[in-house]
């Protein structure tokens, strides 16, 4: 079993910031850095950006989903690829049907007021002016 760090934040902890280095994120999920990188191979909606520098900056939501994570593989022991599936079928909502315009967009313009047809008027004159 891996060892967490020894100064770790409670998890509900989390500091309003935009983002985190792999170090804030260890002390606040109480793991290790390399374990961090090991997650992010395992668990493709885990994925900090780079900075310039090549140094991880995890979001907000990438240090929920480690603390879910964790939650999963050290309370719930769950396996990784339990894990992975879990939150696979969590993170995929059921797909509504788009429904369909009530109106097509020729019916639309079918009732143009007279404004439109003035604009139309000079759209047109105007195109045949760059012509």
Known sequence: MLDPAPDAVPAQEIPDKLYFRIGEVSRLAGIKPYVLR???????????????????????????????????LYEKRFTIEGARKFLEGRAKPEKKPVAKPQQSQTRLFQDATPDLDGIKKELQAILELLK
Do not use: A, C, N
């Not at 090991?38 to 480690?66: A, C, I, N, Q």
């Open 38 to 72: 090991f997650w992010e191979t395992e668990f493709p909606g885990l994925g900090p950006k780079k900075s310039g520098t090549g140094h991880r900056l995890y979001r907000r939501k990438d240090v929920e989903m480690v603390l879910e994570i964790k939650r999963l």
